[in-house]
Antibody
């Protein structure tokens, strides 16, 4: 069974940094595209970033370019999202999503709250 | 960016009756590699989105056959043949044919 477990969320002050992780199991992690998608309270999902199977290619939403970095460690079956210069509007649940030829499986999410 | 527009935004339905949600894309979801990556997701309060339908009409593993998807080009539809109580929540269409991946605004399904 595919499992995606996010961790690393929490309360952070504006301007701070955070790393969110996603531990994957139940599938061949190194063969899958992966994404981060975020959802602010009461709103719909918004795609944030994508990474290909070996990490050689990444794509970002314009709104996070330069502040967010997606990466992966295939030896540890783990996906990462590094978030710098956090803003209040980055407050959201961050979901790790497995992309297998159009089948998008979502993790449970990690809540990130940016507040002073 | 491709804008996904869902209608209706709210759908009150009687248990056992059918329901239908439409999704229109601002550009044709031209197939790449022969597939159009248009999906439908369901989200209950406090839970993550769950995949129902992918590649327009393929039902994901474990999804009841009362759910079906159809469409092509710019117009897509999710149909529920007979609504059950567990179907309440918000439904989103999502296109992953082109970056950035984009979502519809969501349609809230509620029981009358």
């Amino acid at each position: 069974e595919v499992q995606l477990v996010e961790s690393g969320g929490g309360l952070v002050q504006p301007g701070g940094s955070l790393r969110v992780s996603c531990a994957a199991s139940g599938f061949t992690f190194s063969s899958s595209w992966m994404h981060w998608v975020r959802q602010a309270p009461g709103t719909g999902p918004v795609w944030v970033a994508h990474i290909n199977q070996d990490g050689s290619h990444t794509t970002y939403a314009d709104s996070v370019k330069g502040r967010f970095t997606i990466s992966r460690d295939n030896a540890k079956n783990t996906l990462y999202l590094f978030i710098n210069s956090l803003r209040v509007e980055d407050t959201a649940t961050y979901y790790c999503v497995r992309d297998w030829y159009g089948e998008h499986i979502w993790g449970q999410g990690a809540m990130v709250t940016v507040s002073s | 960016d491709i804008v996904m527009t869902q209608t209706p935004l709210s759908s009150p339905v009687t248990l056992g009756q059918p329901a239908s949600i439409s999704c229109r894309s601002s550009q044709s979801l031209v197939p790449s590699d022969g597939n159009t990556y248009l999906s439908w997701l369901h989200q209950r309060p406090g839970q993550p989105p769950r995949l129902l339908i992918y590649k327009i009409s393929s039902r994901f593993s474990g999804v009841p056959d009362r759910f079906s998807g159809s469409g092509a080009g710019t117009d897509f539809t999710l149909k529920i043949s007979r609504v059950e109580a567990e179907d309440v929540g918000v439904y989103y269409c999502m296109q992953a044919t082109q970056f950035p991946i984009t979502f519809g605004q969501g349609t809230r399904l509620e029981i009358k």
